[in-house]
């Protein structure tokens, strides 16, 4: 009995060694027939896993809570772009690790959709304080502009299946109308006055416009503020601290959203400081999905940040 349990434990202990973490990375690195695409972060992958369909193997870099602004490079990343046939990014500044930013921004292969989106209409991209804001894929109407793009590249890579790329693309398309459709009754429901949004970072802006303003709404802006820029710092000046409470009292905003991936530090000393001026203020506990998408599709985080919202501001 002794005998016979020892080898089978060696033999465990070997299987387990020979599938090291990360063994679905290692299927994504060998050939099985398909165009090896690589998209940086899962709001791009999404998208062009769905117009791959099962001709294109997609691999997400930058997945889970992880930060897509200040990602950098980790060991096998360079093997994995070496590797890709087609490179997908956001780009317009939000991967701006200084390893990855400069491993995209040199090859050839490497796809900035947000790019491809602000060539074809410049007007629609957002601007703050002279930078461009990058989160484009919190309006679905307005990242559905980049399906364009991936059949197109998508078909240069592999012209043999460009009508499939383009049929997966249109389908594609009426699903995220129809879905930006869908969002857009489901936040328009919340009265006007309670249409108001704050979060930790400048990550809502596109949303605020897509989904919270009233239609024709100029000062649409004002529905949406945060501490912290277009990128998490985890910093707070006192300059950012008062504009938030300000905003806060004038809006009659008596709840706050933490994101997904940033850390609660800050938006907790507003609710404390806003709490010591005698405004009562509640930190949410569930999150917002802004930059990652933790372990939903880029499709579910979109639905779950609508229904959260429509259920917390009508409440206030
Ligand atoms: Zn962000």
């Known amino acids: 009995m002794k005998k016979l349990f020892l080898p089978l434990l060696a033999l465990l202990f070997l299987i387990s060694c ?5 063994s679905s990375s290692s299927r994504w690195m060998q050939e099985n027939g398909k165009i090896k695409v690589l998209s940086t972060t899962s709001q791009v992958g999404d998208l062009v896993a769905y117009v791959g ?8 870099l930058i997945s889970g809570d992880l930060d897509p602004h200040s990602y950098e490079l980790v060991k096998g990343d360079g093997e994995k772009v070496e590797r890709a046939d087609l490179v ?3 780009g317009l500044g939000l991967e701006h ?21 602000r060539k074809k209409s410049p007007e629609l991209i957002l601007e703050k304080e002279g930078a461009i804001d990058p989160h484009l894929w919190m309006d679905l109407s307005l990242w559905e502009k980049s399906i364009e793009e991936i059949v197109e590249k998508l078909s240069t890579t592999d012209p043999d299946s460009s009508l499939y790329y383009e049929e997966r693309g249109k389908e594609l398309q009426s699903r995220m109308e129809q879905e930006d459709l ?3 009754e489901m936040l328009q429901k919340i009265p006007s006055e309670k249409r108001y949004l704050v979060t930790s970072h400048d990550a809502f802006r596109y949303f605020a ?3 919270l303003k009233e239609a024709g709404e100029e000062n649409w ?3 949406f503020t945060a501490p912290e820029g277009l990128a998490p710092e985890g910093q707070l000046s006192p300059v950012d601290l008062q504009a938030v409470i300000l905003f806060l009292q004038k809006h009659r905003v008596s709840v706050l959203f933490p994101e997904s991936n940033v850390g609660q530090g800050v938006i907790g000393k507003i609710a404390q400081a806003s709490r010591d001026m005698g405004f009562p203020i509640r930190l949410c506990t569930k999150p ?5 998408t933790g372990d939903l599709t880029y499709f579910e985080a979109m639905q779950r940040n609508g229904e959260l919202l429509a259920e917390e501001l009508s409440q206030q």
């Open 18 to 22: 020979s599938a090291p973490r990360g």
């Open 53 to 60: 369909g099962g001709r294109v193997d997609n691999w997400t």
């Open 88 to 90: 997908f990014y956001n």
């Open 97 to 117: 690790g200084a390893s990855l930013s400069a491993l995209l921004h040199k090859n050839p292969k490497a796809i900035p959709l947000g790019e491809a989106i």
């Open 182 to 184: 869908q969002l857009r």
């Open 209 to 211: 416009r897509a989904y």
């Open 221 to 223: 802006e004002e529905r």
């Open 288 to 292: 917002l999905y802004g930059d990652a």
